[in-house]
């Protein structure tokens, strides 16, 4: 993983001593709150329902031992013993005070950690496939092109104040796993079709929010080497002509909408036509410094499978049910990935204590080369485990509450905090997530549906993306009462999708049985091998939604069958 160098130090160090004398001047009453607010959001401190929350940038999801031991730490000195992940790969504490806070950067510098640029109209933390590295489908890693932005756009003198947030995902992979088409620019790095090389597709205008859209493609291929000059010609043209009038309508999602991709493409290829390429684009040299970073581990020569792992499995079922559903195919023999799942039935999604973090950093620090991962859908990766070590870890798991063997299925749910912190928020998310994970919480239950992504946000912000669940979940207030809308059919894979509305809005406490509702007619509707998705787009919303207005209406879904 990347290491900072001087130069990085010195910046981070030198953010946090500004910060700190902005924090004094605040708390003397020198400025106001209002005067403090564009300075804390530069450093990643929102002030929320009940509390202040700081969000720490994790970038591209990928940490170390100490990190991690740090932000226990920092849970335990600082906040109530926990953290919450995040979609963007951050972990925010929702309980910090003021004065308290520069001396938490301080930390967090000290572990090679800020929270620079995760808040704020700027180009936020960049994203990335959590299985970089170690998918078998992955062109290239995706960690360097996220790490050369990263530094790139960190405090970049022309994008520090633009329209609105700006977000960046890359994958390196066939299949997408970092959401990239529902991102302001998302990036899918490819081989040439005719030569090899390896460059860009370059996505823009993806997001989701009050009105999401699906990226458009306005490059089909770029050469790795011509990055930067071309971000800074999407940025550029974003820049002048994104709107600023209107917040609602300031994204680059909305600009390419209203001018169209075809006339976004001209303008941003004839910004690119104009810049001088080598000034802005990285030098060969630098790329490879920053590549030779995440360079593989030093895996052992081992053979594909492991008897060791075989014979566990055959004699403890659970272990046996965890690697099958959480297990990742790793591209180096004897080697697996492991999801580790921050959604333990009736638990608070991406929620984990500090003692579940040291523990955690321990079984990283012994049996995943010191490396773990975040990933955008609120749990964790053990990204280079010997599949001899898998009883181990699974025991040391278990004993930490974190062997919940639910990877991708009913009860892995994303919710946003909602209600319950969020100033934003309009309607409580987590417990309209535990509702659910409690009704289908027999594992065996879950394996019989299958893969199945719900996800929950509380307000129109999206930040739960429920745009792009299987099942979405929204919720807003309405008439004084909380009130859900259910969608079907969002995708945010490769074949990324928008949900659409099953019918009326319903209270909380009918959302978990309406959920229900829709995996029976799902279980009654698919054919065999189907997951969830497909059936919805094979067999349309229309026997979906009958069921779902029963439902409503207070008739039993058998009865509709």
């Not at 004897?334 to 579940?356: C, E, F, H, N």
């Amino acid at each position: 993983m990347y290491r900072y160098d001087e130069f990085d130090e010195r910046f981070v160090r030198e953010r946090v001593a500004q910060f700190r004398t902005q924090v004094q001047r605040r708390l003397d009453g020198s400025i106001t709150e209002d005067e403090f607010k564009p300075l804390r959001l530069k450093n990643g401190l929102y002030l929320q329902l009940h509390a202040y929350m700081l969000r720490i940038a994790v970038p591209y999801g990928t940490l170390n031992s100490a990190q991690l031991r740090q932000l226990a730490a920092i849970a335990d000195t600082y906040d109530k013993g926990y953290g919450h992940f995040t979609t963007r790969q951050n972990l925010q504490f929702n309980w910090p005070k003021l004065k308290d806070v520069p001396d938490i950067l301080d930390r967090l510098a000290d572990v090679e950690m800020h929270c620079i640029q995760t808040s704020g109209n700027c180009i936020r933390n960049v994203t990335a496939d959590q299985f970089a590295g170690v998918a078998a489908d992955e062109v290239e890693d995706p960690r360097p092109t996220a790490e050369l932005i990263r530094q790139w756009s960190s405090l970049h003198p022309e994008f520090s104040w633009l329209p609105r947030k700006f977000k960046i995902a890359v994958t390196g992979a066939e299949h997408d796993r970092a959401a990239v088409k529902v991102h302001d620019i998302g990036l899918r790095i490819l081989r040439h079709k005719e030569t090899g090389e390896v460059g860009y597709e370059v996505i823009v205008g993806g997001g989701l929010g009050r009105t999401p859209f699906v990226g458009k493609v306005i490059r089909d291929f770029l050469p790795k080497d011509e990055l930067l000059g071309y971000l800074e010609a999407v940025m550029r043209v974003y820049n002048a002509e994104g709107r600023r009038d209107n917040k609602y309508k300031a994204r680059v999602k909305i600009l390419v909408h209203e001018i169209g991709t075809e006339e976004f493409r001209a303008r941003v290829e004839a910004e690119y036509a104009e810049l001088d390429g080598p000034t802005v684009n990285a030098p060969e040299e630098e790329v490879e410094r920053i590549a030779a970073y995440f360079a593989p581990p030093a895996y052992e020569t081992l053979p594909e499978s492991s008897p060791v792992l075989a014979a566990a499995r055959a004699a403890d079922p659970e272990l046996d049910a965890f690697v099958s559903q959480n297990g990742f195919s790793h591209r180096v023999p004897g080697y697996i990935a492991l999801t580790v799942s921050l959604k333990p039935i009736g638990g608070v999604p991406g929620d984990m204590t500090s003692d579940q973090m040291r523990a955690f950093a321990d079984i990283a620090a012994r049996y995943s080369f010191d490396e773990l991962r975040v990933t955008h859908v609120q749990n964790l990766v053990l990204p280079h485990v010997k599949q001899d070590d898998i009883p181990a870890v699974y025991a040391a798991l278990k004993a930490a509450g974190l062997a919940t063997p639910n990877a991708g299925l009913v009860t892995d749910i994303i919710a946003c905090p909602g209600l319950d912190y969020c100033a934003l928020a309009t309607a409580r998310s987590i417990g309209v997530a535990q509702d659910i994970a409690n009704t289908f919480a027999a594992p065996e239950r879950q394996r019989e549906v299958g893969p199945l992504q719900i996800k929950i946000s509380g307000c129109i912000n999206a930040c739960g993306h429920h745009h792009v669940g299987h099942i979405g979940i929204l919720g807003l207030e309405k008439s004084g009462k909380e009130n859900y809308q259910i969608t079907l059919g969002g995708d945010a894979s490769e074949n990324a999708s928008l949900g659409e509305r099953l019918g009326p809005g319903i209270d909380g406490d009918q959302v978990a049985g309406a959920v229900e509702a829709i995996v029976a007619t799902y279980m009654r509707e698919r054919r065999d091998g189907e997951i969830f998705i497909d059936t919805v787009r094979r067999a349309g919303l229309e026997p979906f939604k009958q069921d779902f207005q029963s439902f409503v209406s207070g008739e039993r879904v058998g009865d509709v069958a």
